[in-house]
């Protein structure tokens, strides 16, 4: 059973307006016993975008402290971010890390060369292949200038903004780049994030999908963490239960919780 989703933003986060508390009502009503919120940090995410992903840490843990003392005895909070990973902004990430007490950091990828996969311009720069094989040079690329982070999240997020494409879509021209990221992750102890917001998608399948979550097993790697993504409360567990049986038929019976940047392993 998950009973933890450690991956979800509220209102803190510049794409969400769910105000914290509704978000935590709904994961307590889902049985969800353990939630790690993980707003979004994207520093020096470009000015052209209708969002800069940057929040108040302060804010943030106001707004957690004040809900961890009215949610007692119902749900345990954890205290998370999300970083948007690109080149030089190391120095900006380690401020952030040391200067608070966290539980939990996702790096995820979101830009590549300073533009969001989620819109066509990407596409139609780099061609269908191209642009996604790029995605997978810039994480492993960004990941290799900054790894304190605990889990990798979303690895094949490209895939779900890719137009006209079909779930069997071929990616074998970047199988050996993703064997690169996967290995450095396992190298270095960071888990590799199950995300079931690709439920939502035509991928129906979690981010990654099934073949990556395999090929990291085949390598090695052993630690994995699974959020929703959620932005709105209905999205809180969302496809727990598939993604348990998923896991499951790929021989993985555990993941892991972070509290104080440490896997707490729980039977899955
Ligand atoms: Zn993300
Ligand atoms: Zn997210």
Known sequence: MIISDCHNHTGISSDS???MSDMI???IKKNI???CITEHMDFDFPKNYEYDFVFDPCE?????EANSQKFAGDIKLLKG?????????????????NDYKWDF?????HLVDDIDPYYDEYWKLYGLDGAIKRYFETMYNNINEYHDFDALGHLDYVLRYAPGITKDIDISHSYELIDEILKFIIKKDIALEVNTSGYKTFLHNPNP?????????ELGGKLITIGSDAH??????????????LLNSLGIHEYAIFENRKPDLREL
């Open 209 to 217: 999908s099934p073949a990556i979550i395999k090929r990291y097993r």
């Open 33 to 35: 016993q353990i939630m």
């Open 232 to 245: 709105s409360p209905e999205y809180i567990g969302f496809h727990f239960e598939d993604v348990k049986k």
């Open 81 to 97: 971010v999300e970083l948007g990973l690109k080149e030089n902004i190391a120095c900006k990430c380690n401020t952030l890390l």
């Open 105 to 109: 950091i996702i790096g995820s990828i």
């Open 17 to 19: 307006d769910t105000p």
């Open 25 to 27: 009502r709904s994961a």
């Open 60 to 64: 943030y843990f106001r707004q957690l």
